[in-house]
């Protein structure tokens, strides 16, 4: 259980350095590419990828250039949702991405899906609308409306993600070694964005931040599967109690730290939000 709360500990770090660091002038997408150097070679050595399989041929590097793009893009979409809706909505946002993986994989792979696990999608897609609808309510702007747009794409995004990666290891592929092949291609193509952009691979504060981020966001990573194989007999245990914990965090934080406000429609989806990952949870034992 130490695992899934360190696991959720370091997700939720990753929002707070995004958000904190925003507010004292960094540059997120200097900070997102240098990311990756860090998780990228973390990977390597925590995972330890054959890399001996990797095939010119046989690889599927439509996918893993697809992926190198969104990580990227899907990160500073994070950024800019901390930002513009806050830690609270988008963390619920972002955990809640499963339920249209989950749903892609019902309706595209014609996978067998239990109704619980039905209701469990229903009532995730239910959450993210009343928070999209609650930002919209308490805020009426054009900042509103990049809010709701941030956290639209956070759902969707990182859902986006998930089903990739899932076809990628389905190809054969190794998760470590798609993991480490993605890290790689996103930092290449970050970095030949922010040449282009900036004319410059970055200032210092930025990378170190970066290469801090890619650290938290490897250790999330790391210790999530870490967690699986562990209590591979429990994988409802897992994915509850890392969502849940995740969503908890991102409450506390954004409430206490941030001085969020939890509207009354907010609160609703937390608790659709936490049914949801409950009911997914409990699908997957029965």
Not at 24 to 40: C, L
Request: contains cysteine.
């Amino acid at each position: 259980m130490e695992l899934i709360v360190a696991a959720a500990f370091c997700s939720v770090l990753v929002s707070i350095l995004l958000k904190v660091c925003k507010t004292q002038g960094f540059n997120p997408m200097q900070m997102i590419t240098w990311n990756y150097v860090s998780a990228s070679v973390l990977c390597f050595y925590w995972f330890k990828p054959n890399l001996g399989t990797i095939s010119i041929q046989h690889t599927p590097w439509w996918l893993i250039i697809s992926l190198g793009v969104l990580l990227p893009s899907v990160f500073l979409a994070l950024a800019k949702s901390l930002d513009s809706a806050g830690i609270l909505k988008t963390e619920i946002a972002q955990r809640l991405s499963v339920v249209l993986s989950l749903a892609a994989a019902y309706f595209i792979f014609q996978e067998n899906f239990s109704q619980l696990k039905i209701v469990g999608i229903a009532l995730g897609i239910i959450a993210v609308l009343c928070i999209l609808y609650s930002h919209r309510a308490a805020v009426q702007s054009a900042k509103a409306q990049q809010g709701i747009l941030y956290l639209s794409c956070v759902w969707l995004g990182y859902a986006l993600i998930d089903v990739l990666l899932k076809y990628t290891t389905g190809l054969g592929l190794q998760f470590a070694v798609a993991l480490n092949l993605m890290f790689v291609c996103a930092f290449v193509l970050a970095m030949a964005y922010i040449l282009i952009r900036d004319k410059s691979m970055g200032s210092m504060q930025n990378i170190s931040a970066g290469l801090i981020l890619g650290a938290l966001n490897f250790a999330n990573i790391a210790l999530y599967v870490k967690a699986h194989m562990l209590l591979k007999d429990s994988p409802a245990v897992v994915f509850a109690g890392m969502n849940i914990l995740v969503v908890l965090f991102g409450v506390i934080s954004g409430v206490l730290f941030f001085k969020e406000k939890l509207k009354s429609t907010t609160t609703i989806g937390l608790g659709l939000a936490l049914l949801s990952v409950l009911c997914l949870a409990y699908a997957m034992t029965v």
